[in-house]
């Protein structure tokens, strides 16, 4: 891409921006686009059936408990054959399967 390209999309991006930002449709980012904001549109009170932001805030983290299933292991591991044409690993390959996934288990990735 020559440097007149670059410039340009550089151009075309800062003009999109401004854009957005002036229609409302980002955050204001300067205490004057703050002040525009607030002069040119109308700010709506938030319905109460809506949670407080302290309330999001506070919600304690959620985890998820994933179980590893090893009919999926098999049928991933199928995939790979498939992918080969149906031809097995090569022992270089499946001894770097190997590696791989023992340094993962460890966390050594």
């Known amino acids: 891409m020559r440097n007149s390209?670059?410039?340009?999309?550089?151009?075309?991006?800062?003009?999109?921006?401004?854009?957005l930002r002036s229609l409302g449709y980002l955050f204001p980012c300067s205490d004057d686009e703050v002040d525009f904001f607030e002069d040119n549109f109308e700010i709506e009170a938030v319905p109460d059936h809506f949670p407080k932001a302290v309330e999001i805030i506070r919600k304690p983290k959620r985890t998820l408990n994933l179980t590893h299933n090893k009919?999926?292991?098999?049928?991933?591991?199928?995939?790979?054959?498939?992918?080969?044409?149906?031809?097995?690993?090569?022992?270089?390959v499946l001894k770097k399967m190997k590696e791989d996934r023992?340094?993962?288990?460890?966390?050594?990735?």
Do not use: Q
């Not at 340009?8 to 800062?14: D, L, S």
């Not at 023992?102 to 990735?109: F, H």
């Open 5 to 19: 390209d670059k410039n340009i999309g550089n151009e075309f991006e800062n003009e999109f921006e401004k854009s």
């Open 71 to 92: 009919d999926e292991t098999k049928w991933s591991e199928n995939l790979g054959r498939v992918a080969r044409n149906g031809k097995g690993f090569s022992p270089e």
């Open 102 to 109: 023992d340094n993962a288990e460890k966390g050594d990735e």
